[in-house]
């Protein structure tokens, strides 16, 4: 019971860290395309 306990922790720390790790890469995408369209307003 205890090593299930201890699993699930572990599982649900792996999977937030990969959420923001997502969440974190999505945010530099949008961060690219707002760049990229600020540079085709430019022209």
Do not use: A, H
């Not at 019971?1 to 923001?20: A, G, H, R």
């Not at 890469?25 to 949008?30: I, K, L, P, T």
């Amino acid at each position: 019971m205890i090593y299930n306990y201890k699993t699930v922790v572990i599982f649900i720390d792996k999977s937030n860290e990969l959420l923001e790790l997502m969440t974190k890469m999505y945010s530099e995408m949008q961060e690219m395309k707002g760049e990229i369209n600020n540079r085709f307003d430019g022209v």
